[in-house]
C-alpha cells in the first residue's frame, strides 16, 4: 500500500504561480511512475504531467511550456511548479503513484485525496 498527500492548492489570480506537493508514505519513485492528474467541474479527470521511474517527463499541451514536474527522492515528494496560470486551470488536482506488474499483467495505482487549485481574479 502507498498513501499519497497533496498540498499547496489555493486561490491565485490569473499569471500567478503555485507549487503543489505530494508526499508518498514510502520510497517509491525507483519503481513507479508518479503523475499530476486534474478534474474540473463537470469534466473528467484529465492527466497533466508524468515522470517515470527513470526520470523521463511528459505533459499535456494545454501545460507544456507553463508547468513542471519534479521529484525529491530523499523527501518522498514529487512537485508540480505551475507558473502562468490561467483560470482554466482551475481544478482539483491530484497525485498518482502507478506502476505495471507485467508478470501478471496487473496495474498498481494509488491516489491522493486532491487538492483545489483555482485561478480567478
Known amino acids: 500500500q502507498v498513501q499519497l498527500v497533496e498540498s499547496g492548492g489555493g486561490l491565485v489570480q490569473p499569471g500567478g504561480s503555485l507549487r503543489l506537493s505530494c508526499a508518498a508514505s514510502?520510497?517509491?519513485?525507483?519503481?513507479?511512475?508518479m503523475g499530476w492528474y486534474r478534474q474540473a467541474p463537470g469534466k473528467q479527470r484529465e492527466l497533466v504531467t508524468t515522470?517515470?521511474?527513470?526520470?523521463?517527463?511528459n505533459y499535456a499541451d494545454s501545460v507544456k511550456g507553463r508547468f513542471t514536474i519534479s521529484r525529491d527522492n530523499a523527501k518522498n515528494t514529487v512537485y508540480l511548479q505551475m507558473d502562468s496560470l490561467k483560470p482554466e486551470d482551475t481544478a482539483v488536482y491530484y497525485c498518482?503513484?502507478?506502476?505495471?506488474?507485467?508478470?501478471?499483467?496487473?496495474?498498481?495505482?494509488?491516489w491522493g485525496q486532491g487538492t483545489q487549485v483555482t485561478v480567478s481574479s
Open positions: 514510502r520510497n517509491i519513485f525507483s519503481i513507479y511512475a
Open positions: 515522470i517515470r521511474s527513470g526520470g523521463s517527463t
Open positions: 498518482n503513484a502507478h506502476r505495471r506488474d507485467s508478470y501478471y499483467a496487473r496495474d498498481y495505482d494509488y
